[in-house]
């Protein structure tokens, strides 16, 4: 590696492209780094995109965040990108619950503007998928929860549903409502995930302040977000963005080098690795952490999400939950997705936890669940299917289960100047785009935390200064 002299800019590599990189990378080029983001794939983004099918322009999944993913939204705001999100003024969840005789139950997860706990208290009272017993165990189980300390490691040590279970849940409030919300967050069911990560999930979401359950999502294509405004300010700033680049091993010294597929070496004084976690396993120098061989053991949940274009509008709200049905949530996507045909509607099944479903063919998705969306949307036993397809992301999140705190590695290494970031990496939250975003913030602040650069004083939320 050649010398270089202290006034020349610090120079940065991030390795991927999806949000923990494009976070990191603008945060290091704000600070004067010189910095080329590496991107394996056509486009930025990581694993929330859109691509062309025909003239439908589909999202690999239905992609949700919460008023409280405050990193997230700083983002959105840092690319310019806010007008292209919805968020609720207040949270409201339809759920449906269609019993095996096909009766049908509707009702509401909604929020008052009362402090919390109150906030929730007139929609639960009101709940029809839980008895008053129920309710009742709920708010206990909810107190005792809100009074848990998420700094216990022991937290960790457990999984939600005994937890659950010691503290009077019953199958029925699991099913209608700690998995309900649990399974979509956390992609596994109460059984299957960390109570640490459960307990922060609910405590920040439900029981921290008034708004913060209130969801938020795209109102165009996760494209038109996660690659055009990023790119686009990646470019401004003087950000080198290589796509279709693969880097293949990292050289450590005092400036490292990253050698690509092709042979070509980059130098840098930072190096970022902000993939997927095994292809920073892959790449991570022997000796970078402690027990590195253990980030083998940081297994991965599967998401599943089917898309249904009938010729006709069979649903008239933009989302539901669904409770006794294989069927989890069920999105309206047509208004953004270009759907050209005349009256058509484009729905969306978003499942998590599908273990058993992610590798079945799609004739046997299509037999599972149209049947399933006859049952619970009324009129799509008459409509016809004009299209009928499914998404596969087999490596979507990370593993919540019990013992997962300890395998999630900081964003410093053992070697000075190199780097971790994904929503994989200790954040304290499960695998979504607000712990992305929070890994990039955390890379980016201990590579300028080195090089003694400083960026204007943030909001202390993880977020862009306004």
Same mark, same amino acid.
């Given at each position: 590696?050649?010398?270089?002299?202290?006034?020349?800019?610090?120079?940065?590599?991030?390795?991927?492209?999806? !949000?923990?990189?494009?976070?990191?990378?603008?945060?290091?080029?704000?600070?004067?780094?010189?910095?080329?983001?590496?991107?394996?794939?056509?486009?930025?983004?990581?694993?929330?995109?859109?691509?062309?099918?025909?003239?439908?322009?589909?999202?690999?999944?239905?992609?949700?965040?919460?008023?409280?993913?405050?990193?997230?939204?700083?983002?959105?705001?840092?690319?310019?990108?806010?007008?292209?999100?919805?968020?609720?003024?207040?949270?409201?969840?339809?759920?449906?619950?269609?019993?095996?005789?096909?009766?049908?139950?509707?009702?509401?997860?909604?929020?008052?503007?009362?402090?919390?706990?109150?906030?929730?208290?007139?929609?639960?009272?009101?709940?029809?998928?839980?008895?008053?017993?129920?309710?009742?165990?709920?708010?206990?189980?909810?107190?005792?929860?809100?009074?848990? &300390?998420?700094?216990?490691?022991?937290?960790?040590?457990?999984?939600?549903?005994?937890?659950?279970?010691?503290?009077?849940?019953?199958?029925?409030?699991?099913?209608? !409502?700690?998995?309900?919300?649990?399974?979509?967050?956390?992609?596994?069911?109460? =059984?299957?995930?960390? !109570?640490?990560?459960?307990? *922060?999930?609910?405590?920040?979401?439900?029981? %921290?302040?008034?708004?913060? %359950?209130? *969801?938020?999502?795209?109102?165009?294509?996760?494209?038109?977000?996660?690659?055009?405004?990023?790119?686009?300010?990646?470019?401004?700033?003087?950000?080198?963005?290589?796509?279709?680049?693969?880097?293949?091993?990292?050289?450590?010294?005092?400036?490292?080098?990253?050698? @690509? =597929?092709?042979? =070509?070496?980059?130098?840098? &004084?930072?190096?970022?690795?902000?993939?997927?976690?095994?292809?920073?396993?892959?790449?991570?120098?022997?000796?970078? !952490?402690?027990?590195?061989?253990?980030?083998? =053991?940081?297994?991965?949940?599967?998401?599943?999400?089917?898309?249904?274009?009938?010729?006709? #509008?069979?649903?008239?709200?933009?989302?539901?939950?669904?409770?006794? %049905?294989?069927?989890?949530?069920?999105?309206?996507?047509?208004?953004?997705?270009?759907?050209?045909?005349?009256?058509?509607?484009?729905?969306?099944? %978003?499942?998590?936890?599908?273990?058993?479903?992610? &590798?079945?063919?799609?004739?046997?998705?299509?037999?599972?669940?149209?049947?399933?969306?006859?049952?619970?949307?009324?009129?799509?036993?008459?409509?016809?299917? @004009?299209?009928?397809?499914?998404?596969?992301?087999?490596?979507?999140?990370?593993?919540?289960?019990?013992?997962?705190?300890?395998?999630?590695?900081?964003?410093?290494?053992?070697?000075?100047?190199?780097?971790?970031?994904?929503?994989? #990496?200790?954040?304290?939250?499960?695998?979504? *785009?607000?712990?992305?975003?929070?890994?990039?913030?955390?890379?980016?602040?201990?590579?300028?935390?080195?090089?003694?650069?400083?960026?204007?004083?943030?909001?202390?939320?993880?977020?862009?200064?306004?």
């Amino acid at each position: 590696m050649t010398a270089r002299t202290t006034a020349e800019r610090p120079t940065a590599v991030v390795v991927g492209g999806g !949000l923990a990189g494009i976070t990191a990378a603008l945060r290091l080029a704000e600070a004067d780094h010189r910095v080329t983001l590496l991107e394996t794939r056509p486009r930025l983004g990581g694993l929330a995109f859109s691509f062309r099918r025909g003239d439908l322009v589909v999202d690999n999944g239905q992609h949700v965040f919460l008023r409280c993913c405050t990193a997230y939204r700083g983002l959105l705001d840092r690319l310019g990108a806010g007008r292209l999100v919805d968020l609720q003024p207040r949270l409201d969840v339809p759920v449906l619950g269609v019993a095996p005789d096909g009766r049908r139950t509707f009702g509401r997860l909604r929020r008052a503007g009362l402090p919390v706990p109150l906030h929730l208290a007139a929609s639960l009272a009101g709940y029809p998928h839980l008895g008053p017993a129920d309710r009742l165990r709920v708010v206990r189980a909810a107190l005792a929860l809100k009074a848990l &300390d998420l700094a216990d490691p022991a937290l960790d040590g457990i999984s939600f549903g005994t937890w659950l279970r010691r503290n009077g849940q019953t199958p029925a409030t699991v099913a209608a !409502l700690w998995d309900l919300v649990g399974v979509a967050t956390l992609n596994a069911t109460a =059984e299957q995930t960390s !109570l640490a990560l459960a307990a *922060m999930v609910f405590k920040t979401g439900l029981l %921290s302040d008034p708004g913060a %359950s209130d *969801m938020g999502m795209a109102n165009v294509p996760l494209g038109r977000i996660h690659h055009d405004a990023a790119a686009a300010e990646l470019e401004r700033l003087g950000v080198q963005v290589r796509l279709r680049t693969r880097a293949a091993e990292i050289k450590p010294a005092d400036r490292h080098g990253v050698r @690509l =597929e092709d042979g =070509e070496l980059l130098a840098a &004084d930072t190096v970022v690795l902000a993939g997927a976690q095994e292809s920073a396993a892959a790449l991570l120098p022997a000796g970078a !952490l402690p027990d590195q061989h253990r980030l083998g =053991e940081l297994g991965h949940a599967p998401i599943l999400n089917v898309h249904v274009v009938y010729d006709r #509008t069979l649903l008239r709200r933009p989302f539901f939950a669904a409770l006794g %049905s294989p069927v989890q949530w069920v999105f309206d996507r047509t208004a953004h997705s270009g759907l050209g045909v005349p009256g058509a509607q484009y729905l969306a099944l %978003s499942q998590s936890a599908v273990q058993a479903e992610i &590798d079945l063919p799609v004739a046997a998705l299509r037999e599972r669940y149209l049947p399933e969306l006859e049952r619970l949307v009324p009129g799509a036993r008459e409509a016809e299917v @004009l299209d009928f397809f499914v998404t596969r992301e087999r490596t979507a999140t990370f593993d919540p289960a019990p013992g997962t705190a300890r395998l999630r590695p900081s964003a410093v290494t053992g070697i000075p100047g190199l780097l971790l970031a994904g929503s994989w #990496t200790a954040t304290g939250w499960p695998a979504t *785009m607000e712990s992305a975003v929070r890994s990039g913030h955390a890379a980016a602040d201990a590579a300028l935390a080195r090089s003694g650069r400083r960026l204007p004083a943030d909001r202390g939320d993880g977020r862009w200064p306004r």
